[in-house]
């Protein structure tokens, strides 16, 4: 961590470049937590899991110092108007009074989530890589799960890629024959979603697409049984929605798995205006009993992980677009305060079409003009150059 500290209150510019990034994304941090939209704990444990950086960005500002970052703030709000870069009014009480987002934390522990509804069998709707992996997760975890597809191709297609999966982990010791065998016996498909009667809770990870979830849980409240929980993976639509489409709408809930979901531990669980305490609360603790790490928020859009890295994303565009810092040293500047990719990098693994409907998701709900997607992203995302999986975006590969 002093690593990181060092590297974004150093003097030179590598360092500047870090700075004019960073400081905007723990402003938004910091305007996140005074909202009471996340707490402190969950909005550090969202980059931490969900993006693999060393430390969350508001153990970052106690590390740093509120007062060193509401400074840097003024400063660069000085050099740009923008009101983004205003210091978060929390950001400038903790420098004056010398309190930190621990501090007002408390040393108090949350007791940890208990299952309110009995969870035994899971159903998963959608066979495509996060599906697959979603049934491995609760698998793995002891519980039996029944998945559904379109066809036997489908369904066949999730039983290999969980058998190749498990064939790695009893390759490196991590797994051995039986434990193979027994997640494997654990799994039931089908093609028809009648076969999801009897779970307990149904998780659906299909196309993003409102109108075909929209149907799903229209079905899904016709098919699962009285009190099962109906939870969408959706990274970018309105849970709101998909319970209005349900009679039951206080058993609908988001779960928004990371890609690879058998790999990446963090899940928002993400609850709409009408999702009781009861379900919030098993679904936090199921997420406990699979190895996840939940993180709560509300439903609107980028929940917590997108709504604070996609705007700093097209930051790092607008500064290469100034004409002053090339891709690369962005990139490496970035890289050189811990975080796994620079900017560039992560923008193509994402794919730049994604990156810039979240971006627009976000402006349509917030309305910050300082968020407007950056116009070489727009530009790139109409030229096809979509990063690793055309070959091109901001890098060629």
Known sequence: MQEVVDRLTASDPAADVARTLLLPYLNHAATMYESGYATSADIDASMRFGCGYPIGPLALVDAIGAGTVASGLEKLYAETGDELHQPAAVLTTQAAEGT????????????????????????????????????????????????????????????????????KAVARGKLDDQGRADVLGRLTGATEREALADADIIVEAIAEDLAVKLALFSDLDRIAKPGAILATTTSSLSINACAAATSRPQDVIGMHFFNPAAIMRLVEVVTADDTSVEVDETVRALCLATGKHPVSCGDRAGFIVNALLFPYLNDAVRLHESGDVSLDEIDEALKAT????????????????????????LVETFGHAGWQPAPTLERLVAEGRLGRKTGEGFHTY
């Open 100 to 167: 930190t987002f621990a501090s007002a934390a408390g040393a108090d522990g949350v007791a940890a989530p208990q299952l309110r509804h009995e969870i035994r069998r899971v159903g998963v709707v959608g066979t495509g890589t996060m599906a697959s992996g979603i049934v491995e997760v609760f698998a793995k975890a002891g519980y039996d799960v029944t998945f559904v597809g379109r066809g036997d191709d489908k369904v066949a297609g999730v039983v290999a890629a969980i058998t190749k999966s498990l064939d």
């Open 338 to 361: 811990g975080l796994p990719m620079g900017p560039f990098q992560l923008l193509d693994v994402v794919g730049n079409d994604v990156s810039l409907a979240i971006q627009q998701s």
